[in-house]
């Protein structure tokens, strides 16, 4: 898409660089220096001597942020981005902004793992204190090169109602046809073909067993009541497709065509997720992430074990079944939508008992006697939590509190290495060991990487 003449100006006025690319730095980016200034630049690789136009950062500025726009001297790591509109050097030589989510596209898979691994460690020492060297397991199947993973995709809808992405930290809009990342069943519903006039954000859920798809239409502001149901009609029409509106502000789920929820599995075990709710994206993470978990933690039968962070129940289920009719299973989830839809997902398992809220608070309510509260029954301690909290990580709070309960076991899963590594170092601070790391290429062609820690006390 044409940039706007004044945004094409603007863009142009700001310095371009000749750098050479050091180390990869957490967040897609890689390090250079100029002038004695830190550069942190995306779409390079170590070793790389480019071109880069500064995106971010003036004179007072303490770093600069800057997108490279042509390789001088390339790595031997770098190969063709598999997704046009994501190319940022294919971007940069058609005067147009690159769309963000294949931020490591340019680069070959294996060195996308090795790069993760760095990036990884580096942060383990940083906020941890602690060396260690670090492997990126590939997703079981490499399927396709990186490609047809993601069972979620969002997009945003440019003002010609057409399917459209953001440009990385930036309000520009590009138009986007087949999305390479996402999963074949994504693509099937050819929403670029689709007028989305009225609609501001579009999300799809296409679970990887192949179930029926399901496309959340955010309105725009204003738009006639009239207008949604319009659009529902016109999606995959040839398709079995749900289409629902989702209105975040006032937390109104709407049904337009189908049902409002996708039904995921993992295993033997049937979820159902409603609206946004949670699930892993990447069509083998439910498999892997619930494997991890159950062979690190080993639950055993008659074990008192929590779920926390628990979505829609994805561990809580196998957990469940690890600890039979003679245990019991914490399982907490802040979202109200998805705590429901855990309630229904292991309504046949009466040794789960589900509770919604805050992990902190819930924790508090729970186990009163960890802090002198009379008069409330008493729940068992735990043997075994396991956590799963959003990027932003537990925290101190919740990280004291698990170590009040002293459970035998924490398997932590996170999908941002930096809040695992702080949190990592809460937990070494008050006497545990991390006894196993695995981390995961469940996002290939992107910076991200999942992650499950096994803490035991010292
Ligand atoms: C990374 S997801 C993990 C969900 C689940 N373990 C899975 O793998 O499908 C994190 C979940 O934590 C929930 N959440 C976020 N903050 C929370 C909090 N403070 N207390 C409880 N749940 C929270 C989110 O709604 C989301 O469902």
Redesign the pocket.
């Known amino acids: 898409m044409a940039e706007p003449a004044s945004s094409a100006a603007a863009e142009n006025d700001r310095p371009l660089l000749e750098l050479s690319i050091g180390n990869p730095a957490h967040g897609g980016h890689f390090v250079a220096r100029h002038e004695g200034r830190v550069i942190f630049v995306r779409h390079a690789l170590p070793g790389e001597r480019v071109l880069a136009r500064v995106t971010d950062g003036g004179a007072g500025s303490g770093f600069w942020r800057a997108d490279t726009v042509e390789v001088l001297e390339p790595s031997a790591h770098r190969v063709a981005h598999p997704w046009q509109p994501a190319d940022a050097l294919l971007a940069a030589a058609d005067g147009r902004a690159a769309v963000g989510g294949a931020e490591f596209g340019h680069i070959e898979l294996a060195e996308q793992r090795r790069i993760k691994a760095a990036v990884f460690a580096e942060q383990l020492q940083r906020l941890a204190g602690v060396r260690r060297e670090v492997e990126v397991e590939p997703a079981r199947e490499e399927h396709a090169g990186g490609l047809g993973w993601r069972t979620r995709a969002g997009f945003a809808v440019d003002a010609a109602g057409r399917l459209a992405m953001h440009a990385h930290r930036s309000g520009e809009l590009v138009p986007v046809q087949q999305m390479p990342l996402a999963v074949d069943a994504i693509n099937a519903l050819t929403l670029w073909d689709t007028d989305l006039a009225g609609v501001a954000r579009v999300e799809v859920a296409a679970p990887a067993n192949g179930s029926t798809p399901l496309v959340l239409l955010i309105p725009q502001p204003g738009t006639p009541p009239q207008r949604l149901p319009a659009v529902a009609a016109a999606i995959g029409q040839d398709r079995a497709v749900s289409v629902a509106a989702w209105e975040p502000e006032q937390g109104r789920l709407t049904r337009l065509r189908g049902r409002t929820w996708v039904q995921e599995s993992c295993g033997v075990h049937q979820y159902r997720v409603t609206g946004e709710?949670?699930?892993?994206i990447h069509r083998q993470?439910?498999a892997i992430?619930a494997a991890a978990v159950l062979e690190g933690i080993r639950p055993q039968p008659g074990d008192h074990v929590a779920?926390?962070?628990?979505?829609?129940?994805?561990?809580s289920a196998p957990l469940a079944a690890a600890v039979g009719e003679g245990g019991r299973v914490l399982s907490?989830?802040?979202?109200p939508g998805?705590s429901r839809d855990a309630r229904k997902n292991l309504h046949d398992a009466p040794q789960v008992d589900i509770v919604q809220?805050?992990?902190?608070?819930?924790l508090r309510a729970e186990f009163p006697q960890r802090r002198g509260t009379p008069g409330r029954q008493v729940r068992r301690g735990l043997d075994a939590v396991?956590l799963?909290?959003?990027?932003?990580g537990a925290g101190k709070t919740?990280v004291r509190q698990l170590d009040e309960l002293r459970p035998r076991v924490v398997g932590y899963?996170s999908?941002d290495p930096a809040s695992f590594a702080r949190d990592l170092g809460y937990f070494l601070a008050l006497g545990w060991e991390l006894e196993t790391l695995r981390v995961f290429d469940l996002y290939p062609h992107t910076h991200h990487m999942e992650t499950f820690g096994l803490l035991v006390r010292a």
């Open positions: 709710g949670f699930w892993q993470a439910p992430l779920d926390l962070y628990a979505g829609a129940g994805l561990f907490v989830e802040g979202s998805t809220g805050k992990v902190d608070r819930v396991v799963d909290p959003p990027r932003a919740v899963v999908c």
